[in-house]
């Protein structure tokens, strides 16, 4: 069922597979050779994020076909993916892999032959899926197939038809509202033919076989926010986790939206159960606040990690409760699966008037807003790494915390390194029943915070650890 090339399916060394900052082929267009050392590495990382969203943005991306491979093809110039083609007509769980499509050219022309809707200027024009089609038709047979916005009559909308065979314009209402002519030509210059689904999967692996799974969409033409947005985050998380050495095991995808999720947990059934957390990263690079849509075991680790986050990120924030509806947080947290995988975005889909429409371009986007949700996402990946259970080895009493050099009063002058309530706070639930989350949630303090001081105190032989499991209740 398909084929993956690439780099195998369980990668177990990246040595050289990466380019490094100094290779990457975005940096020299914007930037003399000397500025790197100008960049902090927040900036360094909104460059790449928006270097590489703006070369994805003009490609004709669908749920099959060569944008798709292009797509993939310019990740792979960062990481090292396995990239899968899956034939069309496969099943996958309900659904059947449909035709690919490839589209070269699409118009409607006058009579005279002037093109007054044209894919090759901007790719929303074409509804998704289009069937081949070269027609002279007069207006009111046009019609129906003509999509357009008539709140918002300047824009472009985004339409698909990916599993009901038909064609279609997108248009402004503005050009729309404008059409007089008797006849126009149709054409839609396209392949609708038996290929592939294809999609990329990155597979780092860890200390242990437990995984961490993170997903996002990549079949949306020149649109920014939603799907390029998250494949640039995803692209520098896993960047940066290629840097270290993780405990868990990272798998980051990179698909068609729902049929590409449908598609790779048909495959991997097997590796389904090792899923400990997910996220599905959508929608991250608008102006708007950070939404968590959690899964739908809504109490899972995944869910409590972000929560906890997001409480103590200085913008505001939302959280949500999973609905059945959204991205490909549907088919992860499909009954059957029921991972627990959540929705990570700043404004939603379908919540912000740019959605599926032209408006949904580079000047959406915030490279603040970039930065943001890639710092979100290691501060959630620092707590997945570094929770654990702690037993203190001196419960009676309080350890003398000065004879170690961890002593500051509590609102007196600042002479430790680490937080004295963090301190104290682990000293004292570190009884081999609560996480280091369970503290942190408890004590209101950053899991860093909490994090850092019981560092310290087992340091000072004052923890030990006991329990590597993660998934103790919430504390009692
Ligand atoms: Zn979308």
Redesign the pocket.
């Known amino acids: 069922m398909g084929q993956c090339s690439g780099s195998g399916s369980e990668i177990k060394a990246f040595a050289g597979a990466t380019r490094t900052w100094e290779e990457n082929p975005h940096r020299a267009g914007a930037r003399g050779a000397g500025d790197k050392e100008k960049m902090s590495l927040s900036e360094q990382s909104s460059f790449t994020m928006m270097s590489l969203i703006e070369e994805l943005f003009p490609i004709c991306r669908s749920i099959t076909g060569n944008g798709v491979r292009q797509t993939l093809a310019i990740l792979k110039a960062h990481l090292p993916l396995e990239i899968c083609e899956v034939p069309s007509g496969t099943r996958v769980l309900d659904w059947t892999i449909p035709l690919e499509w490839n589209i070269r050219d699409a118009y409607v022309a006058r009579q005279d032959g002037t093109r007054i809707v044209d894919f090759l200027a901007n790719n929303l024009h074409v509804v998704q899926y289009s069937r081949p089609i070269d027609a002279k038709m007069p207006l009111s047979e046009l019609l129906p197939h003509l999509h357009s916005l008539p709140d918002q009559p300047d824009r472009i909308p985004?339409r698909t038809s990916y599993y009901a065979e038909n064609w279609g314009f997108c248009i402004s209402h503005r050009q729309l509202s404008g059409l007089t002519d008797e006849y126009y030509r149709v054409v839609v210059d396209a392949d609708l033919s038996p290929g592939h689904l294809t999609y990329g999967e990155l597979f780092i692996p860890g200390a242990i076989d437990d995984t961490v799974l993170f997903s996002c969409?990549i079949c949306?033409p020149s649109?920014a926010n939603?799907?390029l947005s998250g494949i640039a985050v995803a692209t520098m998380l896993a960047l940066h986790l290629q840097t270290i050495r993780p405990r868990y095991s990272y798998r980051f995808l990179f698909i068609p939206?729902t049929i590409g999720s449908l598609t790779w947990l048909a495959r991997n059934e097997d590796k389904t159960a090792r899923i400990r957390h997910g996220l599905v990263l959508s929608c991250l690079g608008d102006a708007g606040g950070i939404t968590y849509k959690q899964s739908r075991r809504s109490r899972a680790m995944i869910d409590r990690i972000v929560t906890h986050v997001l409480s103590h990120d200085e913008l505001p924030y939302s959280i949500r409760p999973f609905v059945p509806y959204g991205y490909d947080e549907r088919q992860y947290c499909s009954p059957g699966f029921n991972l627990p995988v959540g929705c990570l975005m700043r404004t939603p889909?379908g919540e912000y008037s740019e959605y599926?429409t032209s408006a949904d371009n580079l000047s959406l986007l915030r490279s603040e807003s970039l930065t943001h949700s890639l710092s979100v996402l290691q501060r959630i990946v620092a707590v997945i790494e570094g929770n654990a259970v702690y037993l203190s080895r001196n419960p009676k009493g309080e350890p003398q915390l000065g004879r170690r050099g961890l002593y500051a009063p509590i609102g007196g002058q600042r002479t430790a390194t680490y937080d004295q309530m963090a301190l104290l706070w682990v000293a004292n639930l570190a009884d081999g029943r609560h996480s280091l989350l369970d503290i942190a949630e408890r004590a209101g303090i950053p899991f860093a915070k909490i994090r850092a001081a019981a560092d310290a105190l087992i340091g000072a032989k004052l923890l030990e650890i006991t329990n590597e499991s993660l998934e103790l209740g919430p504390y009692k």
């Open positions: 985004y969409h949306h649109l939603d799907n939206g889909n599926h």
